[in-house]
């Protein structure tokens, strides 16, 4: 698939998080969060913020789970729904993670006081252009092509994360592909000698063909 998509760069964490994180961080509450929890953007009419500040999460769709993108520590989560609610969904712990809590109104007091528009506006910018190289990976033109994109993802993920879940089952949450055709394409690529699978694990990749 010819796309030129960079998997390390839709993996790796925007480069004003790290600023955006230092001031919100301050006087956050940290909490251990264990591996698969989930936590709501939104509970009743509170909306929320959530700092990764060590660890691994997916941010999923509400409407129908799907996993719409890995976000990396130190990063945050949720401040696209600083003004109002913009994407409902749920953070997922895919590894034990420290994560702060904060309500929206927070943050948006410590980003007025603090005079983080400019680098709060271009994280933002960054997320919106993974989340388009994410889309087009999903939009790929055969079942082939959006497995392969998320092989290659899941390889370039921490071996904490790889290790710890079917590829399978991360590439099913991260898209609408029926488990059936997607252990038959794994299956394939396995017999075939291009990657290495131990009970369903990624181990290795040897080399994923253009086309299948």
Known sequence: MATGISQSSILRTSDYAHLLVDYLKRDAE?????????????VGDERFCYLILKGRVTFHRRSDDLAMVTITAPSLAGIGNLQQMQ??????????CDIAILKMATVYD?????????????????IAGKSFMS????????????????LNELFSEASVVRNNITAERYIREKTH?????????????????YIELQR?????????????
């Open 110 to 126: 410590i980003i007025s006081t603090n005079q983080l528009w400019e680098p709060l506006a271009k994280h933002m910018m960054a």
């Open 177 to 193: 592909l029926s488990r059936s055709g997607v252990m038959r394409i794994l299956a394939g690529l396995k017999a075939g000698g």
């Open 87 to 96: 994407m409902d969904g749920y953070i997922k712990a895919l590894v034990a």
């Open 200 to 212: 369903g694990v990624l181990i290795n990749i040897v080399k994923l063909p253009e086309k299948y």
């Open 30 to 42: 940290v909490k251990h969060i264990l591996p698969r929890r989930r936590l709501s953007m939104q």
């Open 135 to 150: 889309g087009e990976q999903l939009s790929a033109p055969s079942a082939y092509d959006i497995v392969r994109a998320q």
